[in-house]
């Protein structure tokens, strides 16, 4: 299973470490499965979770899928700039989520994204919605997890088809067994592991390069260009490694990307849904707001204290054809074998794992749960019963992951597929927000203008992206600037496909005839009474504590500005 | 949730108790026998600490998160 050309090496106890990981979450699995029988147990995981478990279970499907090793990568590339993904370009959303867009999720009673879009604009919008999302999410599961699988083989020198079976059929086990509930209680774990496993990284770093102060004169003494402030160098498009400008980072990211992402990507979402009241449902994003500002302490820090401690990583192209050459790919790794002892580093390499996994169980979970209720359940003239939807749910699971073991597969034999994919992911998410937040705060949005501004705003996203790939000139006008980079091309994409779906939607529906507002009732600001809060102390109150972590945001931002 | 269902937290206690357990113990072996893993800063001997606060938070959790019998007043909720 392992050779000589890993990067690191794993003793007994490690391996032992990384064994009983896997033991656990199996175990936690076939554990709950007693506790899941009706739909709303397998599907929602009961709506019995507290607002500590939704929130931390809400960051932890994020953290899956490259997040970790990928973004210190990219802190060892762009340096401090990578941050703005964990700050400006998530708490913001996160707040909007919790204050203004989770009580009409929660009160509507849907199980979905797409569920709410039916109730609000019918079915053409849900089943445009369901179909991409459940497309899109199954074939990032299979990129994921054959990302993991080649981290695998570089990091541990682990045999690809062994990773990929291994940890998929655990995800699958366990997904199978007790549902969303047994999903979300092992996201909760693998919250704790990836914490505890990768936080000795920063500790041991900052001690080696002497502070942050030390740090940083490192970094300009190993190489040009300012690389440890947030917002001084995005005032022109070339002064900074990403070639972005700040109103790509402000309106891009921040307001249109990150907003789509974390208010409507049902991955997410979900696990929001499952909190056991309202107040419980608001307060979950808030604390995973919280959680979510510390993140670039395990995840931006090791690259940047990389940069100080370890310069001379290069790109992965120029690491392949270079003899003893490392990527900084492959930096958050090295910082590990770099720092941690026996024992150690079994555990930092149980937080790796626990990141794929916990992102991986949080796609077949939500792809279960889209499947049943939006797509197959509407096709279904005859009423089912309960159980019948609880086992086509457990075998959704099976499919999915199946489906997600193929794509990994041919990905293998076209990795350029995963470039495409990637970009159709992002395609989606952006017209997919102005479709629910003008739904959710302008009760004049009709039905047939919700399904034709997102039909539009995803069609006009994918016209940008092949426009710009036939003729490369293009990318001026899209990206406002012909230096910009892939990431800050997405960005503007993404901020011209809302704009596009917002302005469709506001046309069409001035045209055709609104739902009578009766029937809007939960679902559209202006028709909906919000229950009150004035009865709770002021520390018991979601807005106090929204505004707290909007304060310690702010003072990163000028800390670090 | 469940009133019977064993706590999460219950769960993350054992497993960073039996992790501190692992990681101390090799640290302290690491200590006393030096092995070949040449590690930045291995004098700080961060298994020793790092296992160590596992097992203490790890024992927190799993006491205070322990499953216990189900009372009276609780039983006559599941009966309703």
Known sequence: MQNSGALVSLNGVDIAIVAIYFLVVLGIGFYLKRFTKTGNDFFMAGREMTAWIAGLSFVAANLGALELMGWAASAYQYGILATHWYWIGAIPAMLFLAIIMMPFYYISKTHSVPGYLQLRFGDASRTLSALCFGFMTVLMSGINMYSMALVMKVVLGWDINFSIWVSSITVALYVFAGGLLSAIFNEVLQFMLIWLGALLVPIIGMIEAGGWGKMVAKIHENYQGDFTHLWRSIGSFSDNPMGIHWTGIVFGLGAIISMGYWTTDFLVVQRVLTAKDLRSAKMAPIIGAGFKMMVPLIVILPGLLGLAVMPGLVGESQAVVTAGAHSYNEVLPLMMARYLGPGLLGLGITALIAGFMSGMAGNVSAFATVWTYDIYKPLRKKQMSDAHFVKVGRWTTILGVLVSIGTAYLVMQFASIMDYVQALFSFFIAPLFGTVLLGMLWKRATSAGGFWGLLAGTASSIGMYAWVKIDPAALRIIALSPNAKAMAENMYRALWSCLICFAVTIIVSLFTKPKPESELNGLVRSCTVLPSEKHLKLVQRPIFWAGVVCAVFIALNVIFW | ?80
Do not use: Q
């Open chain 2, 1 to 80: 949730m469940h009133k019977k269902m064993i706590s999460i937290w219950f769960f993350i206690g054992a497993l960073l108790t039996v992790y501190g357990v692992l990681i101390f113990g090799a640290g302290i072996y690491d200590l006393i026998v030096p092995g070949k893993h040449n590690v930045v800063l291995r004098e700080l001997h961060a298994g020793v600490w790092w296992g160590a606060l596992l097992i203490v938070v790890g024992l927190v959790y799993t006491i205070k998160f322990r499953p216990k019998k189900v009372d009276e007043p609780e039983k006559k909720d599941e009966l309703k």
